[in-house]
């Protein structure tokens, strides 16, 4: 039977304190699981333990790194753009010794495994994207950007006129970090994530990856239509886009069944195990 509890570890990556899930048989091919920006470990909405469990119960051994600044994991000194946080998945790869891996990222998850994707196509098995934020001339600004992060988000947190509480209730909400952890870091650290969000800017890189590219979208999804990933699909040299029910987070509102097309449409090929 397949063990698909999670195990929670921490590595120190370009300074920052990073925490990582695993589960699965460590004998079994490799995925690293790059979570959306407001990404839950637990709970009944964008869970991403579900995912996990169901990646590990599909027969992979699941890593699942959580972004600097978002979750538990330590938040950045400066504002982190794409190279930043491409440099960060390269170093938890080298640190772990992972081998050819595919990658799997939704949203904001996403554009990072792009940019990763990008710069070590040789290196990685198969890139998945699930409703993955896209190149800067390719997305459709997210409708709350400069209503929410813009305006509000890094003014509350540093803030000397803000209850602690409603910072805490901020930071729990936007950034997925659990209550427990919430005050690890000062509310005056927590704050550049509103600035990151705000300058991420992620160009196209599309024709640079070259490995087999799985697209899979919510055929809802309004902050990256399926319009424009009909767009990046022409431009990645070996990709297949496909279009599901669901909206921008149905990776955590149906996990098995992005899973199982996943499977279904990577091939047999991507389930043996690494060979020297």
């Known amino acids: 039977m397949i063990n698909t509890a999670v195990e929670d570890h921490q590595i ?27 990404a839950r470990l637990n709970g009944l909405a964008v869970a991403s333990d579900k995912v996990i469990k169901e990646l590990a119960r599909q027969g992979f051994y699941v890593y699942s790194p959580e972004h ?7 938040t950045p000194k400066t504002a982190w753009g794409f190279k930043e946080y491409a440099e960060y998945v390269e170093k938890f790869v080298e640190k772990l010794n992972i081998r050819r ?6 949203s904001f998850g996403g554009a990072v495994a792009t940019a ?4 070590h196509t040789d290196k990685i098995k198969a890139l998945v994207l699930v409703n993955a934020g896209l190149s800067s001339d ?15 988000f890094t003014k509350i947190l540093r803030s000397r006129f803000v209850p602690q509480i409603l910072k805490k209730l901020l930071a729990a909400a936007v950034l997925g970090t659990p209550w427990k952890h919430v005050e690890k870091e000062s509310f005056e650290e927590r704050s550049i994530m509103g600035e990151i969000f ?19 979208w919510g055929k809802n999804d309004i902050l990256f239509p399926p319009s424009s990933a009909e767009e990046v699909e022409k431009e ?15 990776l955590y509102a149906r996990p098995k069944k992005v899973v199982e097309f996943m499977i279904n449409k990577l091939g047999s090929g991507y389930f043996q195990k690494n060979v020297d």
């Open 68 to 74: 600097p600044g978002l979750m538990r994991s330590e």
């Open 138 to 152: 390719k997305k459709h600004e997210f409708f709350l950007r400069h209503r929410f992060y813009g305006q509000y």
């Open 236 to 250: 990645l040299p070996n990709a297949k886009l496909f279009i599901i029910g669901g909206g921008h987070g149905v």
């Open 116 to 119: 990763y994707a990008a710069e």
């Open 101 to 106: 891996p595919i990658i799997m990222g939704q």
């Open 12 to 38: 120190t990556v370009k300074g920052l304190n990073v925490w990582y899930r695993t589960a699965g048989d460590s004998k079994s091919p490799p995925v690293i699981l790059l979570n959306g920006w407001g």
């Open 198 to 216: 705000n300058r991420w800017h992620l160009p196209n890189l599309y024709r640079q990856i070259k490995v087999k590219t799985i697209m899979i």
